[in-house]
């Protein structure tokens, strides 16, 4: 099912390639077993991914499948160039790619390739917001505090 689940401060990351390109990144709960990256884009990932768990300032150049709408895509593009240690909200995002914040936070949700591409640089006006499409208290919102803590962004 994966061809890389690594070890993370806050469980497990999957790592799903399609031909020579990375597919999806998951977040997985720490009983999740390990497997060792089986082809070298995946290990590649899997030492960009480690890489910045080290350091939140880690660049990622990695082969990403084309995926999502044209929408979704300029939404991603507009959060790959938030700087780590900086969260814009949805209605700051949605400003700059002329949308409104729901359907950027839609965008948001749906994004294949977590950590690489920081939605969780993306926040609520009223506080932290949900992270891949799950709202309220839990594991996918404990990692999206774990990612902006470890950018020096703390979020309660």
């Known amino acids: 099912m994966f061809n890389a689940v690594i070890d993370a401060p806050f469980g497990k ?10 597919r999806e990144i998951v977040y997985l709960p720490e009983s999740t077993r390990n497997v060792e990256p089986d082809t070298p884009l995946a290990r590649q990932a899997a030492a960009q991914i480690e890489q910045y768990f080290e350091h939140a300032s880690t660049k990622f150049e990695l082969p990403l499948a084309d995926v999502g709408t044209p929408f979704q895509r300029r939404v991603w593009q507009a959060i790959n160039e938030i700087a780590p240690g900086v969260v814009l909200t949805y209605g700051q995002l949605a400003r700059q790619v002329g949308s409104v914040p729901r359907a950027v936070g839609q ?12 939605c969780h640089r993306v926040v609520s006006s ?28 703390p979020y309660t």
């Open 13 to 22: 990351v999957g790592i799903r390639l399609e031909g020579e390109a990375v």
């Open 107 to 118: 965008a948001c949700g749906s994004n294949f390739f977590p950590i690489v591409i920081p």
């Open 126 to 153: 009223s506080g932290i917001g949900g992270f891949a499409h799950h709202g309220g208290d839990g594991f996918f919102r404990d990692v999206k505090r774990w990612l902006l803590a470890h950018e020096g962004v």
